[in-house]
């Protein structure tokens, strides 16, 4: 069976794009990203901005203009694919998102990061599509469970600095 991904959350003022390689089955049967409960990306944004408190789950709307009032925006990489249960590993027969199309809607864009290891297998596509050749290629820690071999501060660790240098720290 083919899934369809989300679209992507972007506003005017959005300076780093994460990207996130495919929705897990739970962000798909609730239409938000990140909505597995032990998915750690939340958690990880709301240390960073400890000030700010973030939305509950319940209010997604909230949670989406917190993140593009921190400068942020979400997508995937992936636009659809086929895949059985919510692992990377399983993903098969994808098709990648139109990146081309995303530009407009992001004119302050200076960064993009990749959640984990699938995104940042496609980050010079993404970068070419983008027509930003000179954005480093950032891979972070994947914030999914199954990145178990990263304890939360390191993972925290390594997004604070990304989000330090990109001026939003």
């Not at 991904?5 to 996130?20: A, E, H, M, N």
């Not at 809607?105 to 200076?110: A, D």
């Not at 990749?114 to 954005?135: I, Q």
């Not at 290629?137 to 390191?154: G, I």
Request: glycine share 8%.
């Amino acid at each position: 069976m083919r899934l369809t991904g989300l679209s992507p959350i972007v506003g005017l003022g959005t300076r780093v794009l994460i990207l996130g390689s495919f929705p897990s089955v739970a962000s798909l049967n609730a239409q938000q990203y990140y909505a597995h409960p032990h998915n750690q990306f939340w958690k990880i944004l709301q240390a960073l901005w400890p000030q700010h408190p973030l939305p509950g789950r319940e209010d997604y709307e909230r949670r989406c203009a917190w993140l593009l009032a921190r400068g942020l925006g979400l997508w995937d990489v992936y636009a659809s694919c086929e895949r059985s249960g919510s692992l990377d590993s399983a993903i098969r027969n994808a098709e990648v998102n139109d990146f081309a199309a995303l530009k407009a809607h992001c004119p302050q864009l200076q960064l993009i990061v990749h959640n984990g290891g699938e995104s940042y297998k496609h980050a010079k596509l993404v970068r070419t599509s983008l027509g930003v050749e000179h954005f480093p290629l950032l891979k972070l820690p994947s914030t999914s469970p199954a990145n178990a071999s990263w304890s939360f501060e390191r993972k925290l660790a390594a997004w604070r600095e990304v989000m330090v240098s990109a001026g939003l720290l």
